[in-house]
């Protein structure tokens, strides 16, 4: 086990050494350690030895969500228990599985997302089932016995959302059928109530691509919306990223014209690096003369960043009047248009962060970063055009015969990598 001494910067880039889970012990506090997965996951915990010689290894929660100076004081704290004789680690699994004797689907929902599993899992993603867990499933059958739960159970619940919401009712019957996958591998239920049914509602990709008239109608649509929100929108138009990853960016996170988003917040778990171009940073600019926190995008009622925009978008949407506009559109439309320009697909898929599944992916270890911060400039160059109508029609040649040096793109060998 690596001994470092952890701090806020390399608690989110220690990689996974020769790809398998690596667990960094702290140089400052005994047995407290970081633990880093190949899929990038990382959490705090702490290790240490019972009055009667058991080893116990006790997670403290996954990095992002919990800070390391909150993780270190937990850690002090089990410490302490462990040195006046307690087991904290034994007695969170004691207190579970009476929890589970309890029996209800209530309680197989709480000890679900308590789990090792549930841990590993995305923040976003945790937030994500927990919501639909607690707020659809448990108030139709949480009283009910796990095993009492039967197929027509499943289907009152989720037959009715699929007419006002399909895709939420899809959702929900695939969080209900992990739960009771993850049940049955713990051997507290003996089948599933979700096996021999499909998902409930049919589903077509989207693909909405903004014109030029209506970004312009959205950009000057977040020139009235009031605070810190239309930046948020603005960026994820220019940087082409997620809606959860934008509005989770912190400062720590930016180191001059670079942002790098951590793998707990990626969808493929793989920490991205992302150039940031003129427009990027002039917004980033703006934000920071206002900034009181951790966070680019501060929620104005919780200490944590802005997290559901949604009456902000509906805002949008109205005053652009552009028709069914969704944020992720936003990202569609700047990852078509620069393909459109001439940008290579590949380049843009590492710009996106998506995942590669081919065997070729495994052997090119290529940062792309000189090639991501060209398309991101070329980009930022051709959304100005575009906002200040001065040109509709503008076409980028591919980036490998743009003529670009390295210098140029203020690249600089090794120390941008």
Known sequence: MPVVKLNARNITTLPAIGGVRTDYRDELLPGFFLRVTPQGTRSFGIVYTTRDGRLRRCTLGPVGPVGLSEARARAKRLRGAVAQGEDPDGDQMKAKRQRLTAATVEDLVEAFLASKEALAWRPKTRQEFARILRVEVVPAVGDLKPEEVKRGEIRALVDPLSDRAPVMANRVFQVTRRLYTWAIGKDLVETSPCVGLSKPSPETQRDRVLTEDEIRAVWRGCDA?????????????????????????????????????????????????????????????????????????????????????????????????????????????????????????????????????????????????????????????????????????????????????????????????
Request: aromatic share 6%; no cysteine.
């Open 225 to 417: 919306e009031p605070g810190i929100i239309a930046d948020a929108f603005r960026l994820m138009l220019v940087s082409a990223q997620r809606r959860g990853v934008v509005l989770s960016m912190r400062w720590q996170d930016v180191d001059g014209s670079w942002w790098t988003i951590p793998a707990e917040l990626a969808k493929n778990g793989l920490a991205h690096r992302i150039p940031l171009s003129r427009q990027a940073l002039t917004i980033l600019e703006r934000l920071r003369k206002r900034a009181a926190g951790p966070w680019v995008f501060p929620s104005p009622t919780t200490d944590r960043p802005i997290e559901n925009p949604q009456k902000a978008a509906e805002r949008l949407r109205e005053r652009s009047k552009v028709a069914d506009l969704r944020l992720h559109d936003l990202r569609r439309t700047a990852a078509s248009l620069m393909t459109g320009m001439g940008i290579s697909r590949l380049t843009v898929k590492k710009i996106l962060n998506h995942a590669e599944r081919d065997v070729t992916a495994v052997y090119d270890r290529h940062s792309y970063d000189l090639e991501k911060r060209t398309a991101l400039d070329a980009w930022g160059r051709r959304l100005q055009a575009i906002v200040s109508g001065t040109t509709s029609k503008a076409r980028v040649v591919a980036l490998s015969a743009a003529g670009r040096s390295r210098r140029d793109v203020g690249f600089k060998h090794g120390a941008e990598r």
